[in-house]
C-alpha cells in the first residue's frame, strides 16, 4: 500500500465496501427516522433508525425469520417474503409516533422490483409515509407469490399463504 504526504488511507469501511459516507451524509441531513433495509441469501432485516452523534439509535427491528413465528413455511429470503416483513415492520414502527421516514438501502443496487422494494411496498401498505416512485415497486403478482407457484409444484399454496398472514399481520 502506498505511503507518504501525498496518499490518504481511506476509511476501513469503505475500502472493505460497506459504506457510502457521501450518500450516509444526504440521508442524515434530512433529519428524517431512517428505513434501513438489508438483504442477504436468507433473511430480509429492517429497521427504524435515529441518528445521534455518538452513534445510530435503532428503534425498532424486524427480520424475516419473525414470519415463521405467525405460520410461514416457506422461504424468508424470497420476494414475498420481505414484502411480509415489511407490512410487519410497519406494524411495530407506526407506534414510534413519526410522521415520515425516509428509505436506506446501504450500498445495494437499486434493483426495479427487487426484494428490497418489495420490503417498501409491504411497509407503504402498512400505513408508513416512505416518499418513492410508484415504478419501482413489484406487482401483486410477485409480492402474492405467483411467480414461484409458476415453477414449483410443493409452491401452490404460496398465495394463499401469503393472503393468511396478511390477514394475521392486520390483526397484530
Keep these: 500500500m502506498k505511503t507518504g504526504k501525498r496518499y490518504t488511507v481511506p476509511f476501513r469501511r469503505v475500502r472493505e465496501g460497506k459504506t457510502n459516507y457521501k450518500r450516509r451524509l444526504n440521508l442524515l441531513k434530512g433529519g428524517k427516522t431512517r428505513i434501513v433495509v438489508r438483504k442477504s441469501l436468507k433473511h430480509i432485516i429492517i429497521q427504524a433508525v435515529d441518528y445521534h452523534p455518538a452513534g445510530d439509535k435503532v428503534l425498532a427491528t424486524v427480520k424475516s425469520d419473525e414470519l ?36 436506506d438501502i446501504g450500498i445495494h443496487t437499486p434493483v426495479k422490483g427487487s426484494r428490497i422494494f418489495a420490503a417498501l411496498k409491504g ?21 402474492s407469490g405467483n411467480h414461484i407457484a409458476s415453477f414449483r409444484k410443493e409452491a401452490q399454496s404460496i398465495a394463499n399463504d401469503v393472503e393468511e398472514l396478511k390477514k394475521k399481520i392486520s390483526t397484530i
Excluded: M, Q
Design 68 to 103: 415463521k413465528k405467525l405460520g410461514w413455511k416457506h422461504s424468508t429470503g424470497n420476494t414475498p417474503a420481505a414484502y411480509l416483513t415489511g407490512l410487519l415492520a410497519a406494524k411495530k414502527i407506526s407506534g414510534l409516533g413519526r410522521e415520515e421516514f425516509i428509505l
Design 123 to 143: 411497509l407503504v401498505e402498512g400505513g408508513l409515509n416512505i416518499p418513492h416512485d410508484e415504478s419501482v415497486l413489484p406487482d401483486d403478482e410477485r409480492t
